[in-house]
């Protein structure tokens, strides 16, 4: 984590036991949160994640595991992202987060400042955080330096946080999980309906 921060009970999000990321000091708009390249994470390539998952499987070890499936997820480059060892794993699901992933940052960050040239004006809410359309605007992405500044792994404080806000991501923009690794989550009642 690249901000003070500290973990605490958030029963009202996931039950008894269940714990978040609160800031300790105020956090500005667009301030790296979670840096991906610091973290304690494992990249495991997607061909050698069904491996590693069925293995586990197979040993009847799932419950000693559970964590790695419950605290991971496969981003866009089809890696899948284990940080069972990370304090990143407390981020929790929202579907108005106050951080996002640098792709995502750097998208919103260029329809502002388009917004701003054509004079309007708006607010956080205005602008969308699905990436489902992502793939139609890559020429523009790609094309633009902004999105260089931001990584895509990486989290930013989407907006302003203050100093005792939950910091909230939506697990949405990670990535897709591949069905065989959903059809394993499901088969050891790891919750997979949080997006």
Same mark, same amino acid.
């Given at each position: 984590?690249?901000?003070?921060?500290?973990?605490?009970?958030?029963?009202?999000?996931?039950?008894?036991?269940?714990?978040?990321?609160?800031?300790?000091?105020?956090?500005?708009?667009?301030?790296?949160?979670?840096?991906?390249?610091? $973290?304690?994470?494992?990249?495991?390539?997607?061909?050698?994640? &069904?491996?590693?998952? $069925?293995?586990?499987?197979?040993?009847?070890?799932?419950?000693?595991?559970?964590?790695?499936?419950?605290?991971?997820?496969?981003?866009?480059?089809?890696?899948? *992202? +284990?940080?069972?060892?990370?304090?990143?794993?407390?981020?929790?699901?929202?579907?108005?987060?106050?951080?996002?992933?640098?792709?995502?940052? $750097?998208?919103?960050?260029?329809?502002?400042? *388009?917004?701003?040239?054509?004079?309007?004006?708006?607010?956080?809410?205005?602008?969308?955080?699905?990436?489902?359309?992502?793939?139609?605007?890559?020429?523009?992405?790609?094309? +633009? &330096?902004?999105?260089?500044?931001? +990584?895509?792994?990486?989290?930013? $404080?989407?907006?302003?946080?203050?100093?005792?806000? &939950?910091?909230?991501?939506?697990?949405?923009?990670?990535?897709?999980?591949? &069905?065989?690794?959903?059809?394993?989550?499901?088969?050891?009642?790891?919750?997979?309906?949080?997006?």
């Amino acid at each position: 984590m690249q901000v003070p921060y500290r973990i605490a009970p958030t029963p009202a999000r996931g039950g008894p036991g269940s714990k978040g990321l609160f800031a300790t000091a105020p956090i500005p708009k667009g301030t790296l949160i979670w840096d991906i390249s610091k $973290a304690k994470v494992q990249l495991i390539p997607l061909d050698e994640a &069904e491996i590693m998952c $069925a293995a586990i499987d197979a040993r009847g070890e799932f419950h000693n595991m559970h964590d790695i499936f419950q605290y991971s997820y496969f981003n866009h480059s089809g890696h899948m *992202v +284990d940080i069972t060892s990370d304090d990143g794993r407390y981020f929790n699901h929202c579907s108005e987060p106050n951080t996002c992933e640098g792709r995502q940052y $750097a998208r919103i960050h260029k329809e502002r400042s *388009v917004s701003a040239n054509s004079s309007t004006t708006g607010t956080d809410t205005e602008f969308s955080t699905d990436m489902s359309t992502d793939d139609e605007h890559k020429h523009d992405r790609d094309s +633009d &330096e902004e999105s260089d500044k931001y +990584d895509t792994n990486s989290s930013y $404080a989407l907006r302003d946080i203050a100093e005792g806000e &939950e910091l909230l991501s939506d697990y949405g923009c990670f990535g897709t999980e591949p &069905e065989w690794y959903l059809r394993l989550l499901n088969k050891h009642n790891v919750p997979t309906d949080y997006y």
